[in-house]
């Protein structure tokens, strides 16, 4: 199956400067339609609200961490528990990454990382593009 390269994305981060260059990246790998939240809360809010086909999250975060939204997501019983989830983060730590796993992750990022590697780890979550 095609990746749609218009499905709606939600990238996660309370740092806007790594928005902004997650979203330069998503744009270079030709997705133009994202969205952006700054920390877990508001991120549930805007999946409750749109379908999204990825959602790419720090984990460092206040109030709601990315580990604490992923929970949230999956935790529930809407139609978002299946959304691909990447995490991001500077910690490459293992038990960190079993604990994103264990939490339902299906992908994990770490920073710093470039266009090649943000598009390997999507083609890996929602197949190639």
């Known amino acids: 199956m095609a990746v749609d390269m218009n499905m709606n994305i939600l990238i996660v981060d309370d740092y ?7 979203k330069n990246l998503l744009k270079q790998l030709g997705f133009s339609n994202v969205d952006e939240a700054t920390d877990g809360t508001m991120a549930l809010e805007k999946i409750k609200g749109k379908s999204y086909g990825l959602v790419i999250s720090d984990w460092n975060m206040e109030p709601m961490t990315g580990i604490e939204l992923l929970k949230q997501v999956r935790g529930s019983n809407d139609n978002y528990k299946d959304v691909p ?45």
């Open 16 to 22: 806007s400067t790594m928005l902004r260059i997650i």
């Open 85 to 129: 989830f990447i995490m991001i983060t500077a910690e490459s730590k293992t038990e960190n990454v079993v604990a994103a796993k264990q939490a339902g992750v299906n992908n994990y990022i770490v920073k710093p990382f470039n266009a090649e590697t943000l598009k390997g780890k999507m083609a890996s979550v929602l197949g190639d593009f």
